[in-house]
C-alpha cells in the first residue's frame, strides 16, 4: 500500500443542489480511492495477524516435543494423629478420602506419612482397634490410589478397608475405565495353571 492512499482523506459530499457534474465525478474518484485504501490497509492488518498467530504456534510446538515432564517430585508430609480428630472409622475413611483427593487435584506425587505420636503404635486408643493412625491411613491412600478393577487382586477384605465404599473415586489419569482407550493399561499377571500365567486387565 502506498503512502499516498494511506493518507487519503474520507471524501465530503457536495451539496445535492449542485449540477456541477465534474464536482461529482471528483466526489466518487476521491469516494473510491479512499474506500481501497482502507481496504488495503485492513488486509495488510489480517495479514499482520495471521502472521503473528503463525509464529507463537511453531514456537509452541517445538517447546512441546523438548518439554518431557517436571524434572522434579512433589511431595507433602502429613501426621499420623490426622485421622485422631475422627470419632469413627467412617469418618476417619472419609478423612484420609478428602486427602487423597485434595493431593490428586495438586499432582502431589509422593505422601510422607509419619508418626507424631509419643505412645505406642500398638496402643488400642482409637475405638480400641488393634491398629495404628499410620497404618490406617497408609493403608487407605494405597487403595485409593489402585485402579478399581485391580482392587479385588491387591486388597482382600479386611478391617482397615472396612468402610472403603465411603471413599469417592479419584478419577486420576491412570484409573482407566472399561469404555476408555489409552497407550496402557495397569494389569496384575495371576497364576491360572502350573507353568501358565494370565493377565488380568480390564
Given at each position: 500500500?502506498?503512502?499516498?492512499?494511506?493518507?487519503?482523506?474520507?471524501?465530503?459530499?457536495?451539496?445535492?443542489?449542485?449540477?456541477?457534474?465534474?464536482?461529482?465525478?471528483?466526489?466518487k474518484?476521491?469516494?473510491?480511492?479512499?474506500?481501497?485504501?482502507?481496504?488495503?490497509?485492513?488486509?495488510?492488518?489480517?495479514?499482520?495477524?495471521?502472521?503473528?498467530?503463525?509464529?507463537?504456534?511453531?514456537?509452541?510446538?517445538?517447546?512441546?516435543?523438548?518439554?518431557?515432564g517436571?524434572?522434579?517430585?512433589?511431595?507433602?508430609?502429613?501426621?499420623?494423629?490426622?485421622?485422631?480428630?475422627?470419632?469413627?472409622?467412617?469418618?476417619?475413611?472419609?478423612?484420609?478420602?478428602?486427602?487423597?483427593?485434595?493431593?490428586c487435584?495438586?499432582?502431589?506425587?509422593?505422601?510422607?506419612?509419619?508418626?507424631d505420636?509419643?505412645?505406642?503404635?500398638?496402643?488400642?486408643?482409637?475405638?480400641?482397634?488393634?491398629?495404628?493412625?499410620?497404618?490406617?491411613?497408609?493403608?487407605?491412600?494405597?487403595?485409593?490410589?489402585?485402579?478399581?478393577?485391580?482392587?479385588?487382586?491387591?486388597?482382600?477384605?479386611?478391617?482397615?478397608?472396612?468402610?472403603?465404599?465411603?471413599?469417592?473415586?479419584?478419577?486420576?489419569?491412570?484409573?482407566?475405565?472399561?469404555?476408555?482407550?489409552w497407550?496402557?493399561?495397569?494389569?496384575?499377571?495371576?497364576?491360572?495353571?502350573?507353568?501358565?500365567?494370565?493377565?488380568?486387565?480390564?
Open positions: 500500500m502506498s503512502d499516498d492512499a494511506a493518507h487519503i482523506s474520507r471524501p465530503i459530499r457536495p451539496v445535492k443542489a449542485a449540477t456541477n457534474s465534474a464536482e461529482w465525478r471528483r466526489y474518484d476521491h469516494l473510491r480511492a479512499w474506500k481501497n485504501a482502507r481496504l488495503e490497509k485492513q488486509l495488510d492488518n489480517i495479514q499482520a495477524e495471521e502472521l503473528s498467530e503463525q509464529q507463537p504456534s511453531t514456537s509452541s510446538i517445538t517447546t512441546s516435543q523438548t518439554i518431557k517436571r524434572s522434579y517430585t512433589l511431595s507433602i508430609a502429613l501426621p499420623a494423629s490426622i485421622l485422631r480428630n475422627a470419632q469413627s472409622n467412617e469418618l476417619r475413611t472419609y478423612l484420609a478420602g478428602q486427602i487423597g483427593r485434595a493431593a487435584v495438586f499432582n502431589i506425587d509422593e505422601i510422607i506419612i509419619f508418626n505420636d509419643d505412645q505406642d503404635e500398638t496402643s488400642q486408643e482409637i475405638d480400641h482397634n488393634p491398629f495404628s493412625a499410620s497404618e490406617q491411613l497408609i493403608r487407605l491412600l494405597e487403595y485409593l490410589e489402585c485402579p478399581q478393577y485391580l482392587r479385588k487382586q491387591f486388597f482382600p477384605r479386611q478391617k482397615l478397608l472396612e468402610y472403603a465404599g465411603l471413599l469417592n473415586p479419584l478419577d486420576a489419569p491412570h484409573h482407566v475405565r472399561t469404555n476408555e482407550y497407550f496402557y493399561r495397569e494389569g496384575v499377571t495371576l497364576p491360572l495353571r502350573p507353568a501358565y500365567i494370565t493377565l488380568f486387565c480390564r
